[in-house]
Nanobody
Framework: VQLQASGGGLVQAGGSLRLSCAAS?????MAWYRQAPGKQRELVAA???????NYADSMKGRFTISRDNAKNTVYLQMNSLKPEDTAVYYC????????????WGQGTQVTVSS
């Protein structure tokens, strides 16, 4: 399965962006991770094919993950962006019984200016 992320860019603090990630096939769980310079990659949010979601605490209330199973696409709506949200955002996928995310997209840069 291949993942293709898009939608990153430069936005001012307080603004919004919507990321998209299209998969070449169906995947049980899809997620967004991010990695800021000098920091470890961290989970942003995840969603299963059934719609169950999981968010990192710092993203709750500002970010919303959703998916269109018919299009094998996952979205990340990011509102009230902060400079500390600046990072490369990666989409990821795994099968139902996979212990970890093993499909990765190429990453898309999100830069939030103050």
């Amino acid at each position: 399965v291949q993942l293709q992320a898009s939608g990153g860019g430069l936005v001012q603090a307080g603004g919004s962006l919507r990321l998209s990630c299209a998969a070449s096939g169906s995947i049980f769980s899809m997620a967004w991770y991010r990695q800021a310079p000098g920091k470890q990659r961290e989970l942003v949010a995840a969603i299963t094919s059934g719609g169950s979601t999981n968010y990192a605490d710092s993203m709750k209330g500002r970010f919303t993950i959703s998916r269109d199973n018919a299009k094998n696409t996952v979205y990340l709506q990011m509102n009230s962006l902060k400079p500390e949200d600046t990072a490369v955002y990666y989409c990821a996928g795994r099968g139902r019984y996979a212990p970890r995310y093993n499909y990765w997209g190429q990453g898309t840069q999100v830069t939030v200016s103050s």
